[in-house]
């Protein structure tokens, strides 16, 4: 059967519409420096980037108090990571000296918020094995690689993720066997997108398919003579 022009032509839209909750997608933001001990150009320039996304700020740094609405489990802070500062991991913060550290041995830190997240990064630093990732809960698992560097030489990163789709009660850090510092965390809410109720698509779609039928109704009018009424 041959479908109606209007038809035709409405359908993919109707189709975009009704997978519209699914357009949001998660962006990830990530500069990395090998062999760094202080932060590099790479990091730095990737921590400006996700801010100017995000519209955030640096909310930890672990030079005072805990932030409202935020607690971490695992994990140490302290101002000495233990040896070489590329390979170990160090501070990040401008006249400061503390940082979370993440002691190896296939430890978990885990942040978790009161009201949720819609984006959260950090410095990471003393990066040197392929088992830092970062998990999350955003209606699905999503897991995050945090990049690494020669074994001799370390490094470190800034990575963050955003999905103004969605809002994240925790974020949790697994080390493997590498010891890693963290550091100027990034989290926030931002604007969360406002994606239409699924109801509201499909009321949309049933308006776009009868303004279709009208159209065919008035066309199969004026083929045959008559005018409407």
Do not use: W
Request: proline residues 5%; aromatic residues 8%.
């Amino acid at each position: 059967m041959t479908m109606p022009s209007p038809v035709k032509t409405l359908l993919p839209l109707l189709a975009m519409l009704l997978g519209a909750p699914a357009m949001a997608q998660l962006a990830v933001t990530s500069g990395f420096d090998s062999g760094a001990s202080t932060v590099g150009p790479q990091a730095a320039a990737s921590q400006a980037s996700f801010l100017g996304t995000t519209g955030g700020r640096v909310m930890l740094d672990f030079e005072g108090g805990m932030p409202a609405g935020l607690a971490i489990q695992g994990g140490r802070v302290t101002d000495d990571s233990g040896c070489r500062a590329a390979l170990c991991g160090f501070n990040t913060t401008e006249a400061g000296s503390q940082f979370l550290l993440a002691p190896g041995k296939k430890g978990t830190i885990t942040f978790t918020f009161g009201e949720g997240v819609s984006y959260f990064g950090a410095y990471f630093s003393g990066l040197q094995l392929a088992t830092g990732t970062l998990t999350f809960q955003d209606g699905a698992r999503q897991e995050i690689s945090l990049p690494y560097g020669d074994m001799s030489l370390g490094g470190m990163a800034f990575v963050g993720f955003h999905n103004p789709g969605k809002l994240i009660d925790s974020v949790s850090f697994y080390t493997g066997n590498d010891i890693i510092a963290i550091d100027d965390v990034v989290y926030g809410r931002g604007p969360v997108a406002a994606v239409p109720e699924a109801g509201t698509l499909a009321t949309m779609g049933l308006g776009l398919l009868a303004i279709a039928g009208v159209r065919r109704a008035r066309a199969g009018t004026r083929a045959s003579g008559h005018r409407p009424a």
